[in-house]
Nanobody, 117 residues
């Protein structure tokens, strides 16, 4: 089992910045990729960014150039630095850990990000 705890959400004005953190615990060695997804009411959860155990990153087109994902392996923590935030970035952001063996996803509890115009 893997446990994920997010922090860092909040309210920010458009153009501002926030940094999300996701601390992982448990069977960390089984995880091949971690990342962030977001969801707004009535819509499907969508990928924001991922980072593999090898450090390869991936971003949704809507956040490229504005968001940066990183990790601190010593702390088992993944970060999402969000700059130049827009009102359309408002959502609940979920940390995700993916285990290739069995194709299993673990999820955090979510953290609210609200960007005011």
């Amino acid at each position: 089992q893997v446990q994920l705890v997010e922090s860092g959400g909040g309210l920010v004005q458009a153009g501002g910045s926030l940094r999300l953190s996701c601390a992982a615990s448990g069977s960390i060695s089984s995880i091949n990729r971690m990342g962030w997804y977001r969801q707004t009411p009535g819509k499907q959860r969508e990928l924001v960014s991922t980072i593999t155990s090898g450090g390869v990153t991936n971003y949704a087109d809507s956040v490229k150039g504005r968001f940066t994902i990183s990790r601190d392996s010593a702390k088992n923590t993944v970060y999402l630095q969000m700059n130049s935030l827009k009102p359309e970035d408002t959502a609940v952001y979920y940390c995700n850990a993916f285990r290739t063996y069995g194709g299993y996803h673990y999820w955090g509890q979510g953290t609210q990000v609200t960007v005011s115009s």
